[in-house]
């Protein structure tokens, strides 16, 4: 089946999506790559679904990612007794030091959490957010009788246990993996996942310490040269702020809205995603919008208009994914979800390709000297001065299909490699086509009669359509691409020979 949508979908997996049939129908609907979300569920429980998601994909014959979604340092209030605590505006309470079990009759109210070092981190003045926001606190000072810090409930409502703590005004020191990461992170290893989330990225050095925990860890698993795309999840105001930094550590950035609209004012949030996603085009950087995008179909089968606009201007300002999470998770309708993102993609995308083309590179990259980023550019001209139908790489590896993503390209690429994983983590990159094929062992010449076959079979050409082709020599080996060639479908005097 030809790829008909540029966007990249992505469908994270749960309890609604867990056997072979209901990945394979959402894979048919579009989805491209699929979220294992370590915060919920047990190893085993993930292994089941990444097996059914490898034999869905050999079935629907399409080369699917698998994104592992590290929980990170999440805060968490301690348990609290009974049916919870009800917390009203204008009383006190104390955050206090340990995890012990909160006696919810005791007033004031003595809370505690699972992070030790809050209570000296945590400054007066600074906002301590409850339940993803609902109940608001402001910290107000220390108090050496109550060996705590003293709060005062702004917005109140129900506490029951174990409900996370937000702290938009506080530099916590928490590492961004914990021992239960590092666990999954070697499980991801040996299950040869292709892309790791990090929660609560706060710089560059949390991007730098995962790669160097997944080289250790897959060195001692005897993995030397192993490397995994890691995706940057921004979540935190201190991300946002380090967002160049990040770019360019990084593999690929997620705008993790649902945090981000609990720390930071909600207003600012559509305003952060623009320039999220523009300081990430510029260091040739994937984007994926994530949290809430067709909320509403998790019960539904239609979406509310705002939910299809929300996605369609995440796709106008340039994100390479969009991402789907309760909605395929633990949803009724997890395929016709999938299937209303992708038709939302291809509306707007054929609303953009009758747009006068705008040259959209990765300035940084190109700006900088980098050769293949360089190249990767001139063919975007070449593509447009020859209404090319669409391109075609050699990328062995995946780098020459992800510079040639980042150029915005209004047609599809048709990416080949002979490396299932590079093919995989191709998925996530917008307007690519991952195909598996051994390099021809002849020439560049039978790799062109090969694409000839393959495009007219597709339906992505006919006979005198121009498609422009970017290989190297000899096939099959990574970063030895170097030549492109103006290509006529059918004809023996172009492309490669």
Not at 243 to 259: H, K, L, P, S
Request: hydrophobic residues 45%; glycine residues 10%; contains cysteine.
């Amino acid at each position: 089946m030809p790829r008909t949508r540029l966007t990249t979908i992505i469908a994270t997996l749960g309890p609604a999506t867990s056997d072979e049939d209901a990945i394979a129908a959402m894979i048919e609907a579009g989805a491209s790559i699929f979220r294992l979300n370590f915060s919920h569920g047990e190893p085993q429980e993930h292994a089941a679904r990444l097996a059914a998601v490898r034999r869905a994909s050999e079935r629907c014959g399409r080369p699917i990612g698998v994104l592992g979604d590290l929980q990170g340092p999440k805060i968490r209030c301690a348990r609290i007794a009974g049916a919870g605590a009800a917390l009203v505006a204008g009383e006190e309470v104390f955050l206090v030091r340990g995890d012990d079990v909160v006696d919810s009759s005791r007033r004031p109210l003595r809370l505690g959490s699972t992070y030790a070092g809050l209570v000296e981190e945590v400054q007066p003045g600074h906002r301590v957010l409850l339940d993803d926001g609902a109940i608001r606190l402001l910290a107000v000072e220390r108090d050496r009788d109550q060996d705590g810090l003293r709060c005062t409930v702004v917005h109140g409502g129900l506490l029951l246990s174990r409900k996370g703590i937000n702290l938009p005004d506080t530099e916590i020191r928490l590492p961004a993996l914990d021992e239960r990461d590092l666990d999954w992170v070697e499980w991801a290893i040996r299950n040869d996942i292709d892309f790791l989330g990090l929660s609560f990225v706060q710089g560059a050095g949390d991007i730098d310490d995962l790669r160097r925990r997944v080289a250790a860890s897959a060195a001692a698993l005897g993995l030397h040269g192993f490397r995994m795309s890691i995706v940057a999840k921004i979540e935190r105001p201190k991300a946002v702020e380090n967002i160049e930094a990040i770019a360019q550590a990084a593999d690929a950035v997620m705008i993790a809205r649902g945090d981000l609209g609990v720390e930071l004012d909600l207003a600012q949030v559509p305003v952060i995603q623009k320039r999220l996603i523009k300081v990430c085009r510029s260091w040739g950087r994937p984007t994926i919008v994530a949290t809430q995008m067709l909320q509403g179909m998790i019960e539904s089968p239609i979406p509310t208009r705002a939910e299809a606009s929300d996605v369609a201007n995440a796709i106008l300002e340039g994100a390479d994914a969009v991402m789907l999470s309760g909605e395929t998770a633990i949803g009724r309708y997890p395929a016709i979800a999938v299937e209303t993102m992708r038709r939302i993609a291809q509306a707007v995308e054929a609303w953009v390709v009758e747009q006068p083309l705008a040259d959209a590179a990765p300035t940084r990259l190109v700006e900088s000297g980098h050769r293949t980023a360089a190249l990767a550019h001139g063919v975007w001209y070449i593509a447009r001065d020859n209404r090319a139908k669409c391109l075609v790489v050699w990328s062995q590896a995946g780098g020459g299909a992800r510079y040639l993503s980042q150029n915005e390209f209004t047609i599809p690429i048709a990416a080949f490699s002979s490396d299932r994983r590079a093919l995989r983590q191709m998925a996530l990159l917008r307007g690519v086509y991952p195909v598996l094929l051994d390099p021809p062992p002849s020439s560049l010449g039978a790799w062109t009669e090969h694409v000839d076959r393959w495009l007219v079979e597709h339906a992505w050409a006919t006979a005198g359509d121009r498609v422009v082709m970017i290989g190297g020599s000899p096939l099959g080996v990574a970063g030895v691409t170097n030549s492109i060639a103006l290509h006529e479908v059918g004809r023996r005097d172009t492309g490669f020979r």
